[in-house]
């Protein structure tokens, strides 16, 4: 007989025993249930709600129990639902009578809701400690190429020149936005429902307070009714992670892009590519690949909580149990692709030389010649068709800006003269801009030494 049965006449159909039950998926909850339940039964005896030595009983039954499924010696039943019922059965199986006053002043309402908050503060610490390993690497190694010149890029265009040290910075800046949602997420998470009961909170004098300090939480939910309804900190989750796998499906597809044989910017390493089953020569970036492709199955979980979510009635509703797979997969996706993408970047070979190459090679100069002959006294919009008119001239003779001599040159306008040549060279296009923020070497250090404090406040 089901623990709820008593009001029931006959036992649940077994197809709709096989659609309720949740334990198959929300048994990965079992240490956030438990450790919740120890907090509660601690509260009760403490409160004299329940005696002292049932309490005792409960609190070292559990614990015994946590022990056992550690050890991998506990099944869970499908006709106990959820995780739960099936951890106050085998409770009340071990330790009798005693176990039946766990559920004292307590809903699986109430319960549901602080299972789910600490286990989003745990996965939102993991995601952080995730995504500053990938930022470490990213930091050592931009600081590796703070002269490694090649081209930035606007339409997929050849725009002007930047450095490797730059390009990664920009994503070092991602990751950190993508800590900070994290962050932010556990904080939704870390407010303390227990109490909030089926809807309406309890008779029992219960101490919320001390239940809350016992399970490391920093505040107690101030309504009930929301206090088990509410779940934006489980859609702050997967929007954090929605938005770092979108991050990371972006550097793929530039990883991607660098790894063909057009570009030949990169070279992935042999551990993080496959082959072919019918070509031979093939080096197949799938890693990168399946990354970019997995990131929609994470836009999907976020997207499936908000439409779960959208026309829901206060309060509790048996739809929210669609959440804990969204959940479960979205924390399960973005582990793994955050484990394999800090793998592959950090075995990653750049190819320098054709970086340089590409920049040297696209006119990405011609903004830094224009600005030449501004600085000289000619209005940038003269200035800007000077440099078109070359850069035409240039695709017709094959040539680069840096490639014509002073005469040619001042045959577009009598204001080039011999600096021109150091003034759009690639090391000045790069170091003269030097804004903060710019591509620079001494602003990129500075970015990198302020990702470096960055990263030492999250340790």
């Known amino acids: 007989m089901k623990l709820w049965g008593g009001r029931f006449e006959k ?6 025993d096989d659609f309720h039950s949740s334990i198959t998926f929300d048994q990965r909850l079992y240490r956030q249930d438990i450790t919740g339940s120890i907090a509660h039964a601690t509260m009760l005896g403490e409160t004299g709600v329940i005696p002292k030595e049932d309490a005792d009983a409960i609190v ?16 869970f039943t499908l006709d106990a639902e959820d995780i739960h019922m099936n951890v106050e059965t085998l409770l009340t199986e071990r330790i009798g009578q005693a176990a039946k006053r766990l559920h004292t002043g307590r809903s699986r ?21 995730h995504l500053a390993e990938l930022t470490h690497a990213l930091v050592d190694t931009a600081g590796q190429h703070l002269d490694t010149i090649m081209p930035g890029y606007t ?19 991602m990751f950190r936005r993508d800590i900070g949602r994290f962050q932010h997420a556990k904080a939704a998470a870390d407010v303390m429902p227990l109490g909030s009961g089926a809807l309406a909170g309890t008779t029992y004098p219960l101490d919320r307070g001390r239940v809350a300090e016992l399970l490391d939480f920093s505040a107690i939910t101030r309504n009930s009714l929301d206090g088990v309804s509410d ?3 489980v859609c702050d989750y997967l929007y954090a992670a929605s938005l ?8 793929c597809e530039e990883l991607i892009l660098w790894n063909t044989n057009e570009f030949q910017f990169v070279e992935m390493d042999d551990g993080y590519s496959t082959g072919s089953s019918i070509m031979p020569q093939k080096k197949n970036p799938d890693m990168a690949e399946l990354t970019r492709g997995k990131t929609g199955r994470v836009y999907g979980d976020l997207f499936t909580l908000l439409t779960v979510m959208k026309g829901l009635p206060l309060a509790y509703n048996k739809d929210m149990q669609e959440d804990k797979e969204a959940l479960f997969d ?5 582990i793994k692709c955050l484990n394999v993408f800090t793998g592959m970047f950090k075995t990653l070979r750049f190819k320098t030389d054709n970086m340089r190459a590409g920049a ?7 903004t830094d010649a224009a600005d030449y002959l501004v600085k000289k006294g000619l209005p940038f919009r003269e200035a800007h068709e000077v440099l078109g008119k070359l850069v035409l001239h240039c695709i017709r003779e094959n040539k680069t800006l840096l490639d014509l001599p002073l005469d040619e040159l001042r045959a577009f306008s009598p204001m080039f003269e011999q600096d021109v040549y150091d003034a759009i060279s690639m090391e000045t296009c790069v170091g003269q801009r030097a804004l903060p923020g710019g591509p620079a070497p001494a602003m990129v250090q500075a970015t990198l030494d302020d990702a470096k404090a960055f990263l030492v406040s999250l340790e």
């Open 11 to 16: 036992s649940t159909d077994g197809m709709v």
């Open 244 to 251: 770092t796998m979108m991050h990371l499906s972006r550097f």
């Open 360 to 366: 040297a090679g696209g006119f990405t100069n011609a």
């Open 60 to 75: 070292q039954g559990l614990r015994d129990l946590l022990a056992d499924i550690d050890a991998g010696k506990v099944t």
């Open 231 to 233: 779940r934006d900190f």
């Open 109 to 129: 309402n109430d319960q549901v809701a602080l299972d789910c908050r600490m286990y989003v503060k745990d996965v939102s610490d993991e995601a952080v400690a």
């Open 330 to 334: 979205a924390r399960d996706t973005l």
């Open 155 to 173: 339409h997929m265009q050849k725009a002007q020149p930047i450095t490797l040290a730059h390009h990664l910075c920009a994503y070092i800046e």
